[in-house]
């Protein structure tokens, strides 16, 4: 029986992580739930699994939730810190860092420094953080189990002992693929949320629509994988059948298939190195037309060359990307700046905000700062 902390209950791969171990009672169990502001499902997730522990992140929720399962023997905390504590209960054995955004690193840091094996659904932990990450992940000797179906693939197609000559992620394009930069000008939120293939929180379907979220896997990728920014490469697969793809060195190219469906890799992080039966959805290749693969556009879809030039450039670079996308992203959802006017801010910030070579957590964090008041002030 593992017991697993779910960061980010409440959310999209939250809720998907919750119906993986419903339907594995025997060999998975939800010690730890957290959300930040969601409280009913979280009072109905708790009710309904009935964890040691729950967390609400905004304190201001923390009476609420307190009455509510107050005659259960469930312990409920309130805070910031209270995540970070959490994580580091000698009974957990799995942290699921599924919380969207900055907002989970610190837990994720906490979590490695506890020796807890960590699945991984919080892109932006890598993104912001990638290089102090892989150090305290080594430091403290702890695996990083990839749950972004992309990077769940490509790990799967590993093979020990044979290098990576080039990933190929693949990205579905998202709902503007055909638009021109005139269309993309008056593109509406309802428009954006409407994604073509995987059904995912608003803050990432954004991303997908701007391919910052293609850019932020890049940048996972290369933490993950111990590669060099140009041995990935993005590859436009609007099916979104093949989840990403590892080509080795002889020029053979593997490829991990099936439904966008992301219990599959979220089962597969809790489970690895076995394979568990499950009742998902298979691939029907006969009812496949076709599979097709487009280069992404970098001009209409400037979110991913920014994610490789910081990447490039390396340092404190990615976070101010990933600060400034947060402060735009949901300012364009709160419907206070056009679509094209994420990419301007994000652009103009990463001029504005002082560069940084460091890799500590509070470079990061006051980077984090800098770089969110500065877009801030754009909109």
């Known amino acids: ?27 998975f169990e939800a010690y730890v739930i957290t959300a930040n502001n969601n409280v009913e499902l979280l009072i109905q997730q708790a009710r309904r699994f009935q964890p040691e522990m729950v967390v609400i992140a ?11 399962l107050s005659n259960l023997p469930i312990k409920v905390y309130a805070g910031a810190d209270a995540l970070c504590d959490v994580v580091q209960d000698d009974n957990v054995d799995i ?15 906490s979590a490695i420094k506890a020796k807890k094996i960590i699945a991984l659904a919080n892109k932006e932990t890598l993104v912001v953080a990638g290089e102090l990450i892989n150090r305290l ?31 190929l992620l693949t990205a579905s394009g998202g709902p503007f693929r055909h638009y021109s930069e005139e269309d993309l000008k008056s593109v509406t939120k309802a428009q954006a949320l409407a994604h073509p293939t995987w059904n995912m929180g608003a803050k ?30 993005v590859v436009v697969h609007p099916q979104s059948v093949i989840h990403s793809m590892v080509q080795f060195e002889d020029g053979a190219v593997k490829a991990q298939l099936g439904v966008p469906d992301m219990r599959l890799p979220i089962q597969y992080a809790f489970s ?19 599979l ?62 002082p560069f ?24």
């Not at 940084?356 to 002030?377: G, I, K, P, V």
């Open 95 to 109: 942290v699921l860092a599924s919380m969207v955004g900055f907002a989970g690193l610190r837990p994720t840091i």
């Open 58 to 68: 905004n304190e201001q929720h923390y009476d609420a939730v307190q009455r509510a």
């Open 292 to 353: 097709t693969f487009e280069k992404p556009d970098t001009k209409r879809f400037p979110c991913l060359q920014f994610a490789y030039d910081a990447l490039q450039r390396g340092g404190n670079m990615p976070c101010i990307v990933n600060a400034a996308n947060e402060i735009v992203n949901r300012a364009f959802i709160e419907d206070r700046i056009s679509f094209t006017r994420i990419a301007e801010i994000i652009h103009k910030t990463m001029q504005h905000v």
């Open 356 to 379: 940084s070579q460091e890799s500590e957590l509070d470079t990061y964090l006051l980077t984090d700062q800098e770089a969110r008041a500065y877009a801030a002030s754009l909109i």
């Open 137 to 167: 992940a080594s430091e403290y000797q702890i695996p990083i189990l990839p749950v972004d179906s992309e990077h769940s693939a490509i790990f799967q197609c590993l093979e020990p002992g044979n290098p990576i000559e080039k990933i």
């Open 272 to 290: 690895y190195p076995r394979r568990l039966h499950s009742d998902f959805d298979r691939l029907d290749f006969f009812s496949l037309k076709s």
């Open 204 to 233: 990432i379907t954004i991303d997908s629509a701007t391919m910052m979220n293609k850019g932020f896997e890049v940048i996972e990728a290369k933490w993950l994988f111990g590669v060099k920014p140009e041995q990935i490469q």
């Open 1 to 27: 029986m593992k017991k697993i902390a779910i960061l980010g209950s409440t959310g999209s791969i939250g809720t998907q992580a919750l119906n993986v171990i419903e339907a594995n009672p025997d060999l």
